[in-house]
Nanobody, 123 residues
Framework: QVQLVESGGGLAQAGGSLRLSCAAT????????MGWFRQAPGKEREFVGG????????ENADSVKGRFTISRDNAKSTVYLQMNSLKPEDTAVYYC????????????????WGQGTQVTVSS
């Protein structure tokens, strides 16, 4: 069993930055690909970015490429989402996710979800 706890959300101005963290319990963190999804009011949950188990490869949604960076520290069982050049349309609840493979995770087939953290970007 893995529990995921996000932190770092909050209010930011357009053009600003935030860093989200997701801490995982258990000793199996390095056996999971990790990712971030977001859900804005009235919209479906969407894939934001993901990272392989080793951290050697990442991918991002087109909407955040060049602005968001995902990374992980397996020694700390934590995955991060660095968000720069924030836009009002980035406003959403952000969820951390774990799955066996990144190829599965990006399709939303997830083994574990975090509880979500709110990110609000003002114009």
């Amino acid at each position: 069993q893995v529990q995921l706890v996000e932190s770092g959300g909050g209010l930011a101005q357009a053009g600003g930055s935030l860093r989200l963290s997701c801490a995982a319990t258990g000793r199996t963190f390095s056996t999971y690909a990790m990712g971030w999804f977001r859900q804005a009011p009235g919209k479906e949950r969407e894939f934001v970015g993901g990272i392989t188990r080793s951290g050697g490869s990442t991918e991002n949604a087109d909407s955040v490429k060049g602005r968001f960076t995902i990374s992980r520290d397996n020694a700390k069982s934590t995955v991060y989402l660095q968000m720069n050049s924030l836009k009002p349309e980035d406003t959403a609840v952000y969820y951390c996710a774990a799955a066996a493979l990144l190829a599965i995770l990006r399709r939303g087939v997830v083994d574990y979800w975090g509880q979500g953290t709110q990110v609000t970007v003002s114009s």
